[in-house]
């Protein structure tokens, strides 16, 4: 598989809809958060003042103060934000010096107060400017990331991603032959209390979903990609196992800390796609 993506060096024509569809659940969460009306379409010109953005930072501070002060010894062993965020919301004009002030201090909360490391990190004019349009909708899902676990609602994908991470912890708690084991880490925090209202993904027309996309490839030999359970499948020669799910009108592939399409995975893992101009 690594070989296969090596090879590639065609633009994919689906490298676009995994960002598409980041942006859409971004646009819905930040609607459900403050009752606003951010399309897809425009997503990141209602976001460049970084009005929006400076509030949620500081919305963010005052849900973990608060779950701070419920779950102080859980709170030790996270890190909890707490800079209060200035900046200015009347009249700001995008492209000014003050929506670029309002970018910088949101950016500067992201770093110094979530942690947030660099790969994940967008700069002033990337948004502003619209220079790295990636970047800044990864940093978006961290900042939800984090917020989550003081009890925040999360976008969708989060939710999707909490949903496989407890699903891959009770598949480790239990031993070889079948019997349930207390595999938890004492040290690893809990969050309790935590607001997760996760809509389960839809998994009954998912592997249908699934055979329609491989169907695109005509070849007499097609790269092999067998359902395992549920949501979950074995793909290419190797052992590698994918959770797949369905958000809206995508289905999207858990891949590493992140998400992809998996028209753009197969893109860059099935050889015949690698290979086609």
Known sequence: IQSAASKSIRPFRSSEEYLEAM??????????????????????????????LCRHANNVNRIALDFQQRHPEVATRMRVPQNEVVFQAKNVVPGSFIARDNVSNFIQWCR????????????????VLKKNEKNFVLCLLEVARRGSKFG????????????IEEEMRDQMAYGVLGTRQE??????????????????????????????ILGCCSCPSQFPMVKVSEG?????????????????????VRVGGGWDTLEHYLDKHDPCRCSSL
């Not at 107060?113 to 990190?121: A, N, R, S, Y």
Request: contains cysteine.
């Open 152 to 163: 925040m609602l999360a976008p969708m994908l989060i939710q999707m991603e909490e949903e």
């Open 232 to 252: 979950k499948y074995k793909v290419g020669d190797s052992s590698t196992l994918i959770f797949v799910r369905v958000l809206r009108s995508h289905v999207m």
């Open 23 to 52: 942006k859409e659940d971004l646009a819905e969460w930040f609607n459900t958060l403050y009752d606003l009306d951010i399309q897809v379409d425009t997503f990141l010109e209602s976001l460049e003042t970084g009005c929006h």
């Open 112 to 127: 110094q107060d979530l942690g947030i490391q660099d790969v994940l990190m967008f700069e002033t004019n990337d948004l």
């Open 183 to 212: 595999s938890r880490d004492p040290q690893a925090p809990t969050y309790p209390g935590r607001a997760r209202p996760i809509a389960l993904c839809d998994l009954k027309n998912l592997d249908e979903l699934v055979r329609e």
